[in-house]
């Protein structure tokens, strides 16, 4: 019954955003590919974060595995809802003139085929999670690379080439540290709504100042990856590559929205995260992980709205119909064992 | 004057020093120990350390002296190199960054030193004989005869 209320929840997600995807409003596939760009990576990253915590034996993951384990099934949303995407190929460049590789069936038929094996990836890992059995170490690995894979397509398919011929080899494990990134974040939100108790409360506090201590970590090392791109294409100045940059960088509107995705990603948690009882704070913590997020989504918006217009009423509905997905499936009292 | 209670276990030693704590802070006035013990160094002192102050500045000033040595030594030698200004903040970033790290790191090592009263070369004698002894031990304020 579980599964079938989880399934009805996805096809009315996937329906509804199909339908305003149908809207002459909606930008023909932008703002989907942007929405499909955010989520597929908050929903990848935090069975990843899962993944790698069975691995390290972080114990901190208790209070939030069950609910980013809970995650599995919009991944299958996200595989359904690509090939959507198939008449609007004409948002890429390289569709005037395709390659082997970069050839419109041959792009939504490996993307659906990758997105599809990582969601099954994901659910056999789900399912060895919950019932802690022996073989989730082998289960998580397998994840992990099934995550990295497809967060490389992501990176490289549908959000690089929409600047090709501009490339990056850096930009496949940008986005899979950006995608546990936004995964920790989450996880801080959802420490912060779990029901907690008088006894869990001190562990609480301690899982706390874990999680802050590696969103602090974890933006360093973004900043760090973030600058390793910068400083390469600033310092070669080639006129194929610093194109990518001078429109996001240095160019309105997005120079303003560039400052504040940086600042709301690597400034803020770096500058709160410096002082030992803030990350002690719920609020403090929840605070800083909601601007990481929001940061995030709009570091993506930026990544796709200089080369193709993106709706953003669009973008912001599909977005709050994916935000209330997930709320449902956090909060519906389900394993994901049920989950389709 | 003071005297000292030795105890053969840490069990028995981590129990009368927290007795001895929670009856009169200011009785211990050392504790010995064969190897370091973090719950008594703890229960020694529960404010949180000064280090970070050490790395904190450190690390400021690493961040600082980076920029300046950059900056001073181009004005020093100006070679236009690749187009770019003079003062190119970006490429100095690193220069900056690692020297960071390394004040950072130099100062949380001697601030640690200081913070730890180290180095003290008469200790370095005794506990030579007191690993032979391997007890633990408890040095208290003697009650005024």
Redo the contacts between chains.
């Keep these: 019954m579980k599964a079938v209320e989880t399934a009805i929840a996805l096809l009315l997600t996937a329906g509804l955003v199909l339908i305003i995807e149908q809207a002459t409003w909606s930008g023909g596939g932008a703002s989907l590919l942007c929405t499909l760009t955010i989520w597929s990576s908050i929903a990848q990253g935090a069975l990843a974060l899962v993944a790698a915590c069975e691995l390290t034996r972080a114990r901190w993951i208790q209070y939030v595995r069950t609910d980013l384990l809970r995650f599995t099934p919009m991944l299958l949303l996200t595989a359904l809802l690509f090939p959507a995407l198939g008449p609007s190929l004409s948002i890429y460049p390289w569709s005037q003139a395709p390659t082997f590789w970069l050839s419109p069936d041959f792009f939504i038929l490996r993307n659906c085929a990758l997105s599809l094996l990582c969601w099954l990836a994901a659910r056999t890992f789900a399912l060895h999670s919950n019932r802690r059995s022996a073989q989730t170490g082998f289960f998580a690995v397998v994840y992990l690379f099934a995550f990295i894979l497809c967060q490389s397509f992501i990176a490289f398919d549908w959000v690089m080439s929409l600047d090709y011929p501009w490339r990056s080899t850096l930009f496949g494990l940008y986005f899979a540290i950006e995608a546990l990134l936004a995964a920790i974040a989450l996880s801080a939100l959802l420490l912060a709504i779990s029901r907690r108790s008088p006894t869990t409360e001190p562990s609480t506090l301690e899982a706390r100042r874990d999680l802050a201590t590696l969103l602090f970590g974890f933006s360093i090392l973004w900043a760090g990856l973030f600058f390793s791109q910068f400083l390469v294409i600033w310092y070669g100045n080639l006129p194929e590559e610093r194109g990518f940059l001078f429109i996001r960088g240095w160019t309105a509107p997005y120079q303003g929205w560039a400052l504040l995705f940086l600042a709301g990603i690597f400034l803020l948690p770096f500058g709160v995260f410096l002082s030992r009882r803030a990350k002690e704070i719920s609020g403090v913590v929840s605070a800083v992980a909601a601007v990481v997020l929001g940061a995030f989504a709009l570091e993506r918006w930026i990544f796709i709205a200089p080369q193709v217009a993106v709706s953003v009423p669009a973008l912001l509905l599909e977005s709050l119909l994916f935000a209330a997905l997930s709320l449902y499936l956090v909060t519906a009292d389900r394993a994901p064992a049920a989950s389709p | 004057m003071s005297r000292i209670e030795r105890f053969r276990s840490k069990e028995e030693f981590l129990d009368a020093l927290r007795s001895n704590l929670d009856e009169d802070r200011e009785s211990v006035i050392d504790i010995l120990m064969p190897y370091p013990l973090p719950e008594a160094q703890q229960l020694m002192n529960p404010e949180?350390s000064q280090l970070?102050v050490f790395a904190?500045t450190g690390a400021l000033c690493g961040f600082a002296f980076g920029l300046f040595l950059t900056i001073y030594s181009v004005l020093s030698w100006p070679l236009i190199i690749?187009?770019?200004p003079l003062i190119s903040i970006?490429?100095f970033?690193?220069i900056a960054y690692t020297l960071t790290i390394l004040f950072g790191a130099l100062a949380s090592f001697f601030g640690f030193l200081w913070l730890s009263r180290l180095p003290r070369i008469p200790a370095l004698f005794a506990a030579e004989q007191w690993e032979e002894d391997g007890r633990f031990a408890i040095v208290l304020k003697a009650d005024e005869p």
Excluded: R
């Design positions: 949180p970070k904190f690749g187009g770019k970006p490429p970033l690193i």
